[in-house]
């Protein structure tokens, strides 16, 4: 079977299976191999009116008849989730493969709430995985095979980079750093907008000037063999304008600030990890 056939169930519509499911299928993947278990009628109607793909209401089903189940849904309800498939799943042979995109659930946890272990593999995507410009960290455990884990990566890879890490512990680091990533870029443009509209820009060409800029420093980082720091110092010539601004974000402690947001969100990853664990 190739790839594109392959049958993918996420359980849960939310924002990130939404931006998996429309990088699969401008992958080219085939939008009748693609399950999506909702809860909720009206989003049930707009994930099969927006891809084509095959909507239900609950979970027992779908986990029995694919290739791939995909955990999609908010951590806290992760063992709700689990417990509504695993009798289904334990009823039969299925092994499907498990892709799990939910922050600080650990792979014991999965297994405890299931029942069994399972082929698993973590995956740590971000919404720009949308437009197929995600960053994705990965983590296989030890049941999955050559097969699967290249299946994993391919399927991942419709929504952007994938880079594998080592130890399941890393994937709190990916969560903080590029799975919040995001927002962290987006913040900075908001505030580069609010202040080229404060010294009196056309809210329109302050926006598209943020943006604009914002996309050519990724690209080039992305396309230069060069550092983001010797990047950076090209731009910032002496005794000028940039040089200015880069010590004011200096004297105010960026780097410092920077580090402390992204050992928070890590920090609040493991967090969810624990209480999780408590749950049987
Ligand atoms: N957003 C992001 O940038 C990223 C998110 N993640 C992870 O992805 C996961 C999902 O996040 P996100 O997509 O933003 O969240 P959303 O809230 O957008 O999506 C979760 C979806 O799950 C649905 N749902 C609730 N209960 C069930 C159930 N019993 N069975 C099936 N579906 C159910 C919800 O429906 P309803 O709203 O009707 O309750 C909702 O549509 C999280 O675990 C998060 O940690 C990972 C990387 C990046
Ligand atoms: O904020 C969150 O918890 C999720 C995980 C990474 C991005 N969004």
């Not at 994930?47 to 793909?53: A, E, K, M, N, S």
């Not at 806290?76 to 799943?89: D, K, S």
């Not at 009196?200 to 983001?228: K, N, V, W, Y």
């Not at 200096?250 to 890590?266: D, K, P």
Request: aromatic residues 4%; contains cysteine.
């Amino acid at each position: 079977m190739t790839t594109s056939r392959i049958r993918i169930a996420f359980i849960g519509g939310g924002n990130i299976a939404r931006s998996l499911i429309a990088g699969l299928i401008a992958d080219g993947h085939e939008p009748n191999a693609l399950y999506v278990v909702e809860p909720d009628d009206t989003k049930r109607g707009q994930l099969v009116t927006q891809f084509g793909i095959i909507a239900l209401e609950t979970s027992a089903d779908a986990v029995t008849s694919v290739e791939v189940v995909a955990l999609c849904v908010k951590p806290l309800i992760a063992p709700v989730i689990c417990r509504e498939f695993a009798p289904a799943l334990l009823a039969t042979n299925a092994q499907p493969l498990f892709i799990s995109v939910m922050a600080g659930v650990t792979e014991a946890s999965i297994d405890r709430w299931i029942g069994r272990p399972v082929a698993l593999v973590r995956a740590m995507p971000n919404t720009p995985s949308m437009i197929q410009s995600g960053a994705i960290g990965l983590h296989a455990n030890s049941l999955v095979n050559h097969y699967q884990r290249n299946l994993a990566e391919e399927i991942l890879r419709a929504g952007g980079l994938t880079r594998w890490v080592e130890n399941e512990v890393d994937i709190d680091t990916v969560t903080a750093l590029s799975g919040s990533g995001p927002a962290y870029f987006l913040l900075l443009m908001e505030a580069l907008e609010q202040v080229g509209i404060a010294h009196g820009l056309a809210p329109e060409t302050a926006r598209l000037l943020t943006i604009q800029t914002a996309l050519g420093a990724a690209r080039m980082a992305f396309e230069s063999d060069e550092s983001p720091q010797q990047l950076r110092a090209r731009v910032t010539s002496p005794g000028g304008t940039t040089e200015r601004a880069i010590g004011v974000f200096e004297a105010g402690g960026l780097m410092l600030l920077v580090s402390e947001a992204v050992t928070a969100a890590r920090v609040r990853a493991a967090e969810l990890s624990q209480i999780l664990a408590e749950v049987d």
